[in-house]
């Protein structure tokens, strides 16, 4: 297995660790939410929690295909297309929930902006363990 192949899969799982910390958070969240104020919390909880992971599964999938020295050209582009990619599919997630759903704004807005503070913190843990 050629050396950019094992830093790009590197890379590609520290990212999804760093997605499945998001969803496990994004998942706490929802059922708080819908315990303390019932389903329509829950759910719309778990929608802001889905706008902000899936993203940034796409994003690190799209992102970490290519790697290494011979193919920056290709690194630059990937991680391009995959920040564009993951800005698009927000916007579309974000249309979508509020054309389809009933969601209450509060519950869906924590739910996202913590979801996306993890993804701010959670490497600093990484980082230390």
Same mark, same amino acid.
């Given at each position: 297995?050629?050396?950019?192949?094992?830093?790009?899969?590197?890379?590609?799982?520290?990212? +999804?660790?760093?997605?499945?910390?998001?969803?496990?958070?994004?998942?706490?969240?929802?059922?708080?939410?819908?315990?303390?104020?019932?389903?329509?919390?829950?759910?719309?909880?778990?929608?802001?929690?889905?706008?902000?992971?899936?993203?940034?599964?796409?994003?690190?999938?799209?992102?970490?295909?290519?790697?290494?020295?011979?193919?920056?050209?290709?690194?630059?582009?990937?991680? +391009?297309?995959?920040?564009?990619?993951?800005?698009?599919?927000?916007?579309?997630?974000?249309?979508?929930?509020?054309?389809?759903?009933?969601?209450?704004?509060?519950?869906?807005?924590?739910?996202?902006?913590?979801?996306?503070?993890?993804?701010?913190?959670?490497?600093?843990?990484?980082?230390?363990?």
């Amino acid at each position: 297995m050629k050396l950019g192949n094992v830093l790009a899969r590197r890379g590609r799982l520290a990212a +999804y660790k760093l997605v499945l910390v998001q969803a496990a958070v994004a998942s706490i969240i929802s059922t708080l939410f819908f315990v303390m104020w019932g389903a329509q919390y829950g759910l719309s909880a778990l929608a802001g929690g889905v706008i902000a992971v899936l993203p940034n599964f796409v994003f690190a999938t799209l992102a970490f295909s290519h790697s290494g020295a011979s193919s920056a050209a290709k690194v630059i582009k990937s991680f +391009y297309w995959g920040e564009a990619v993951k800005m698009l599919l927000t916007i579309a997630l974000f249309s979508l929930v509020f054309i389809n759903l009933k969601v209450g704004f509060m519950p869906l807005f924590t739910c996202y902006s913590l979801v996306l503070v993890v993804h701010w913190i959670a490497p600093l843990y990484f980082k230390q363990s």
